[in-house]
Antibody, heavy 115, light 106 residues
């Protein structure tokens, strides 16, 4: 069974940093693109970033470019999202998802940016 | 950026009826289109990818069609568990984009 478990969310002040982690199991992690998608409270879904199987390609939505960094460790079956210079508008549930089609989703981790 | 527009925003239907949800893209592409279902308090779930291929474990009452700029999700006979929000999503071009969602309600 495919499982994706996010962690690392919490309350942070504007300008602060957080690192989200997503632990994967139940599939050959190194064979898949991995993605982060977020959902602000009461809003729709927004793709944030994704990373190729070997980490050689990374793509970001414009609103997070230069602030967020996606990475992965295939030995640990994990993908990460380093979030710096956080803004109030980054407040959302952050989901990790498998593949470019978001074939499987984690349960999400809440990031709240507030003073 | 490809803008995805879903219609209607809300669709009121009864159990057993057929529901047709639409998704329009601002630029044409072939079939890199997915549909996701989200119930309150839950993570989304992939229903359809490649515009028309059901994901693993998805019932046959869900079907997808379309290409170019017009895509459709059809639920042939609504069950109580189908009342949720549905999102289309293109993965043809970065940035990947979602529609704003269609809420299916009784």
């Amino acid at each position: 069974e495919v499982q994706l478990v996010e962690s690392g969310g919490g309350l942070v002040q504007p300008g602060g940093s957080l690192r989200l982690s997503c632990a994967a199991s139940g599939f050959t992690f190194s064979s898949y693109w991995m993605s982060w998608v977020r959902q602000a409270p009461g809003k729709g879904l927004e793709w944030v970033a994704n990373i190729k199987q070997d980490g050689s390609e990374k793509y970001y939505v414009d609103s997070v470019k230069g602030r967020f960094t996606i990475s992965r460790d295939n030995a640990k079956n994990s993908v990460y999202l380093q979030m710096n210079s956080l803004r109030v508008e980054d407040t959302a549930v952050y989901y990790c998802a498998r593949d470019r089609t978001f074939a499987s989703w984690g349960q999400g981790t809440l990031v709240t940016v507030s003073s | 950026e490809i803008v995805m527009t879903q219609s209607p925003a809300t669709l009121s239907v009864s159990p057993g009826e057929r529901a047709t949800l639409s998704c329009r893209a601002s630029q044409s592409f072939s079939s890199n289109l997915a549909w996701h279902q989200q119930k309150p308090g839950q993570a989304p779930r992939l229903l359809i990818y490649g515009a028309s291929t059901r994901a693993t474990g998805i019932p046959a009452r869900f079907s997808g069609s379309g290409s170019g700029t017009e895509f459709t999700l059809t639920i042939s006979s609504l069950q109580s568990e189908d009342f949720a929000v549905y999102y289309c999503q293109q993965y043809n071009t970065w940035p990947y984009t979602f529609g704003q969602g269609t809420k299916l309600e009784i």
